[in-house]
């Protein structure tokens, strides 16, 4: 339990390091900004910006995808 504590606290570190992905945003944390995080936060994202934003299609934004919808305008620039 102590090596997944230590694990957690790690990609913790490297969130806080990756300024685009808001806390407001990834709610529980994981890196990721699901559909259900992103409205969330923004209610006026559809299902269909939410996949225009997910470039990869796995479902979630990550931090990169988010920085590349901010900056084409697609959602409005989050506080870090
Ligand atoms: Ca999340
Ligand atoms: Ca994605």
Redesign the pocket.
Known sequence: MTKTYLGLAAATVALMATPALAATLDADGDG?VTFEEMTAAMPEISEETFML??????????AE?LATAEQAGTIPPQDS
Not at 53 to 62: K, M, R, S
Request: charge should be negative; glycine fraction near 8%; proline fraction near 0%.
């Open positions: 990721l934003i997910d470039a990869n299609a796995d479902g979630a934004v990550d995808e």
